[in-house]
């Protein structure tokens, strides 16, 4: 039986997450990989790839779980602390530099196809309404950068923000209320969409109504890190049903 405690928990945020969809919409805050792009399998097979170079887990390769749990949506120098702890700060620097060279050689050729449904739609509904937006990543700029040219969208936002330019990148709330300040908006009335229990912990804390996007994660990981609503993609009626309540 749970305690007095957890079920108050459990309507406090129950409560909190009603309020927040009532309320009107005032922005968009974006996630970036997994979110406007599909990016998650390619992250993996290059990990995959160089983890294999280095024996790391004795020469076997890792599995969808293990980047789901270790690596996505995580900041490069948490992930590379995780994996090679031994190793000095200037070594792992130097591999996650490797690591994401390599990745966007790889995932050049392919940008635009992993571009998630539907975002041209919501994008032209934002603009419509002429609603602030902000792309916020744990991404390394040149990445995020690269990303966003690959799907037409770097002049869609109206702020780029990367987790480590901040005083801390998710899943503390940061970066998305780094980028509310220069949005001039209130997190409470904007939507985060994310899709890795980091970054949706991040929009939580940041006080945003957070919507999870299941490119990657199971449906009950992002429900249990906060997110409010969890959809396929940005063709999903439940998006367009709860965006249209607050229109």
Request: glycine fraction near 6%.
């Amino acid at each position: 039986m749970k305690s007095l405690k957890s079920l108050t928990m459990v309507a406090t945020l129950i409560t909190s997450s009603e309020s927040l969809s009532n309320t009107a919409l005032s922005g968009f805050l974006f996630d970036i990989d997994g979110t406007l792009v599909n990016s998650d399998p390619i992250h993996q097979a290059v990990f995959r790839e160089l983890l294999l170079e280095e024996g790391f887990n004795d020469k076997k390769p890792i599995d969808e779980e293990f980047f789901r749990l270790r690596i996505a949506g995580r900041q490069n120098a948490m992930i590379m602390a995780d994996l090679f702890p031994e190793w000095p700060i200037s070594k792992r620097q130097k591999w996650s530099i490797k690591k994401e060279a390599r990745f966007r050689e790889v995932a050049a050729s392919s940008m635009l196809e992993r571009k998630m449904p539907g975002l041209d739609k919501l994008k032209t509904w934002i603009l419509d309404k002429n609603l602030p937006r902000a792309a916020v990543t744990n991404a390394p700029r040149l990445n995020a950068v690269a990303m966003l040219g690959g799907i037409a969208c770097e002049s869609f936002f109206q702020t780029l923000i990367i987790g480590d330019e901040c005083t801390a990148p998710k899943p503390q709330p940061d970066p998305y209320l780094t980028a509310c300040k220069n949005l001039g908006v209130d997190a409470s009335r904007c939507i985060v969409f994310e899709d890795s229990p980091s970054g949706a912990r991040a929009g939580v804390a940041a006080g945003a109504f957070v919507i999870g996007i299941l490119s990657g994660q199971e449906e009950a990981t992002l429900l249990e890190a906060g997110c409010s609503l969890v959809i396929k993609d940005f063709e999903d009626t439940k998006l367009w049903t709860h965006l249209e309540s607050r229109s």
